[in-house]
């Protein structure tokens, strides 16, 4: 038996949640729907802790930028251009050349949007947030990545 400064929880959503053994175990509530085998300590919900507010600024540690996605759009666009000029033994274009056109335009035109955000933007950490910032750590204003 549990003692006295515990309780019985069958809350299933609240088990997946914990890092702990238990919300392993959530799986089971369905084979057991007692609850009876799942015993959590109860404890008094503390407030989140609060930081002192500072004066000062933080520079938010910025992420160095890649440019795969942006090459793999562009090798995307660029075998659909390929594709768009394939022709038949006679010589003709086949019917896969305009939708394959259409995906060179696309993914080039994609690439090209990719590489210049690459340039001109970063991805910013700092202690307690996450921001979309310039290539030179300066502010956008508004955090619009939340």
């Known amino acids: 038996l549990a003692p006295s400064s515990q309780?019985?929880?069958f809350n299933p959503a609240a088990m997946v949640r914990s890092a702990s053994f238990v919300g392993l175990l959530?799986?089971?509530a369905v084979l057991f729907p007692s609850g009876a085998a799942f015993v959590v300590p109860s404890a008094a919900p503390r407030p989140p802790a609060r930081r002192p507010p500072t004066s000062r600024h933080v520079t938010p540690?910025?992420?160095?930028?890649?440019?795969?996605l942006?090459?793999?759009?562009?090798?995307?666009g660029l075998a659909g251009g390929f594709l768009e000029?394939?022709?038949d033994g006679d010589g003709a274009k086949?019917?896969?050349a305009k939708?394959?056109?259409?995906?060179?335009?696309?993914?080039?035109?994609?690439?090209?949007?990719l590489a210049f955000q690459t340039t001109t933007l970063r991805f910013g950490f700092d202690q307690d947030?996450?921001?979309?910032?310039?290539?030179d750590g300066s502010s956008m204003g508004e955090n619009v990545v939340v």
Not at 70 to 76: L, P, Q
Not at 99 to 113: D, E, Q
């Open 85 to 87: 000029d394939v022709r």
């Open 61 to 68: 540690e910025l992420i160095d930028p890649s440019y795969n």
């Open 7 to 9: 309780k019985h929880i």
């Open 94 to 96: 086949l019917l896969t």
């Open 26 to 28: 959530a799986p089971l």
């Open 129 to 135: 947030s996450f921001s979309l910032v310039k290539a």
């Open 70 to 76: 942006a090459i793999g759009a562009f090798g995307v």
């Open 99 to 113: 939708p394959a056109g259409a995906l060179a335009v696309l993914f080039t035109v994609f690439s090209l949007f």
